[in-house]
């Protein structure tokens, strides 16, 4: 069974910076594409940044510039590194691992941007 496990989150005013990181465990194909979506209260889930195995990145518009994904393959981990944050950024951000046509997801852990 493959668990993502997330960590980081929590309150930043305007314009500050955050860190998300996830871990994945379980048995998992080194060929899968892993990344972060949000869900704002009233809203639907939406894509923030995907990374696959290979490295090659995809970004929303709307965070683009500002938010960096990276991962380490062999620890089979991504991260998420967040600057220059908006109020609207604010959201449940949750940790997505895709193999194919299978997804799992991690619990989410809440960001809040407000001064």
């Known amino acids: 069974q493959v668990q993502l496990v997330e960590s980081g989150g929590g309150l930043v005013q305007p314009g500050g910076s955050l860190g998300l990181s996830c871990a994945a465990s379980?048995?998992?194909?080194?060929?899968?594409?892993m990344g972060w979506y949000r869900q704002a209260p009233g809203k639907q889930r939406e894509l923030v940044a995907t990374?696959?195995?290979?490295?090659?990145?995809n970004y929303a518009d709307s965070v683009k510039g500002r938010f960096t994904i990276s991962r380490d393959n062999a620890k089979v981990t991504v991260a998420l590194q967040m600057n220059s944050l908006k109020p609207e950024d604010t959201a449940v951000y949750y940790c997505?691992?895709?193999?194919?046509?299978?997804?799992?997801w991690g619990q989410g852990t809440q960001v809040t941007v407000s001064s």
């Open positions: 997505n691992l895709r193999i194919l046509y299978v997804e799992y």
């Open positions: 379980g048995s998992i194909s080194r060929f899968n594409t």
């Open positions: 990374i696959t195995s290979g490295g090659r990145t």
